[in-house]
């Protein structure tokens, strides 16, 4: 997985023109997890190769299911999965491989993985997928090597999360939508991705309702059919595209993706002095480019401002006039990109969860990415200073962006992918 690539960016260009944004990789990984209880072959639309999702697809692969790139159609077949249990190098390569906990404990009653790996933005415990799991009758026993979930007495019933967590309220869906009876899940997060999982699993024939809200039903069901899905464009690229281009100055549109779930992003382009305008499938940005200092950005569950998109809008801020504070709420060690944005003139100072951000001129440096989304803010202030930066640490960003940097020269930005070796 590892690669050794960098972005060369030459920034200060106006970005201008339309990106579509593809399948949520948030909604696909579930969706792959998933289809391990589906009794059919699953055909899903719009699939960008992440990197993320060819590691859950190599997971599946692992337990006996088979996948195959057919365009941008992704084809699962897991009636042959015949594993339940999955090797540590595979689990360490994404956080989201917990999800196949709930399906494998649904389909075999046992599930055996080691503990996920994934980005360094904190602690990122699976307690309350395990919580979750353990009320609805799951044995778990856990050592420093592996959890091993035993769930011969898995059965229907009520969850209340302490937090509403996105992957255990979905890791708790896919675990009841075979389980007879009805399992409730009280406090379960209302992010979009959870909306599209409850309606890829009533596309094959399960019945859960409630998603996008607090409180999810789930009617188990004896099987799931085979089908086709088109999953919910990415919000998180999208928004990013859209910062970058109130950033930078110029028109962008983005298509692909409900405006209604980007509220929490437009609004507070708006309030930097952007011009937004939203359609049912996209959203427009139009800028000068000179922003505003937004206030306060707080990080909070769906439908607060995302925590994926802190990072992006944290470069924004570098940039703008004035001063404004940044809270993280939802992960712990989330600003890492700061001291890389720092390089580039930045003048962003942490303190716990909070940073104050003190608006300045940007230049060009060479920064290093460490986490997704960190990485994304750090191509956007490369696009907007002037000069010439680099950005590497390029695996990172592939986990879920592909090919950004097609996206960004068709709006007009200058970047390059090279080998790190070379100048
Ligand atoms: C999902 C998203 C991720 C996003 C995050 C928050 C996917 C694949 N990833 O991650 O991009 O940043 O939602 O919107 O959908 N927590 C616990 N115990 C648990 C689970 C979570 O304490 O068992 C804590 C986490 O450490 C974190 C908070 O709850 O502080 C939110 O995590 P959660 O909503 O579970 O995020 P993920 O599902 O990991």
Known sequence: MDNNEKYIVCGGKRLRGEVEVLA????VLPIIACCITVCGEVRLRNIEPLTDIKNMLLILKSLGGTYLFDGSDLIIDCRKLNKHSVSRDLTGMLRSSVFILGPLVSKFRRAEISYPGGCDIGLRPIDLHLDGLKN?????SENDEKIVCDGKGLHAGLVRLAFPSVGATENLIMAATLTEGTTVIHNAAAE????????FINAMGGSVHGAGTGTVIVDGVKTLHGGEYTPIGDRIVAGTYLIAGAMCGGKVTVRGVRSDRLLSLTEKLRAAGAGVTERTDGVTVESSGRLNMLRKVETQPYPGFPTDLQAPVSAMMACSKGRGYIIENLFENRFRHTVELNKMGADIVVCGRAATVRGCTLHSAEVMAEDLRGGAALVL?????????????LKHIDRGYYNLEEKITSLGGIIKRVENSCV
């Open 381 to 393: 202030a490369a696009l907007k200073c002037e000069g010439t930066s680099t950005v590497s640490g």
């Open 24 to 27: 949520a990789k948030n909604s």
């Open 192 to 199: 979009p991705e959870i909306v599209d999982l409850q309606n």
């Open 136 to 140: 609805l009758g799951v044995s778990i």
